[in-house]
């Protein structure tokens, strides 16, 4: 499977990934992560936080949009090089988030892509910012013009 080429992005150029949010993502974040926050694992300790119950961690949410680049913009082989976040609101178990990414600026010496990112949960966004993604481009001639295959031997 491989990802865009730096010369297939463009200005404006968007794509979309959703996910529901489940109680096993939220067990399996916390284990990996190390983060057992009460507020994301224990019903009557969420109960009496700010949010009144349960929610997903917020990195959790900001997972997808590492998902959107890294499989669909621009795709596999691409290079998470920056992330921005800034947490609008919370997700809870059960909700479908749609993690976005628009392309708003392109470096070609750098062949580095910057988009816009957002996660949000029915029309609302939870979590917005700024990626920047490098795209690998093809290796290099070899000095003499010829592929090491070639001149084996």
Not at 15 to 22: D, G, H, S, V, Y
């Amino acid at each position: 499977m491989d990802g865009m080429r730096f010369e297939e992005l463009s200005l404006g150029q968007s794509a979309r990934f959703a996910k529901t949010i489940t109680e096993a993502d939220i067990l399996l974040f916390s284990a990996v992560s190390g983060d057992n926050n009460p507020v994301h694992l224990d019903a009557e300790a969420a109960a009496t936080s700010f949010f009144g119950e349960r929610v997903a961690h917020g990195m959790l949410t900001a997972s997808l949009i590492s998902g959107l680049l890294g499989t669909r913009l621009p795709g596999p082989g691409a290079v998470y090089v920056s992330q921005t976040l800034r947490f609008r609101g919370p997700v809870r178990i059960g909700q479908t988030v749609a993690a976005t990414a628009e392309v708003t600026a392109l470096d070609p010496q750098r062949r580095r892509a910057t988009l816009r990112t957002t996660c949000s949960v029915a029309g609302v966004v939870v979590l917005d910012g700024e990626a920047v993604v490098m795209i690998p481009g093809p290796p290099p001639p070899s000095p003499h013009g010829r592929s090491d295959a070639s001149s084996a031997g």
